[in-house]
């Protein structure tokens, strides 16, 4: 599955829904709503995780970040 331009264009958020709309999608069609399910949980929790180390970096960049 090609990930469609605009998706790329609109960045990480925009993919991820992207891509979980398509699992639903299909696990609909096929009748496996529990398999996209697991799956977009599993996008939710990469999310997240890329959302805190974006935030880390961030922070590190503007010396928020304070080393023991």
Do not use: N, Q, Y
């Not at 469609?4 to 639903?24: C, D, S, V, Y």
């Not at 069609?29 to 949980?41: N, Q, S, W, Y």
């Not at 970096?57 to 304070?66: S, T, V």
């Amino acid at each position: 599955m090609l990930i469609p331009e605009r998706a790329r264009k609109e960045g990480r958020l925009r993919t991820i829904r992207f891509l979980a709309e398509e699992a639903m999608r299909l696990a609909d069609e096929g009748g496996h709503t529990d398999i996209a399910l697991r799956f977009v949980e599993a996008l939710s929790m990469v999310d997240d995780e890329l959302r805190a180390i974006e935030g880390r970096h961030a922070a590190d960049a503007c010396g928020c970040l304070r080393t023991s």
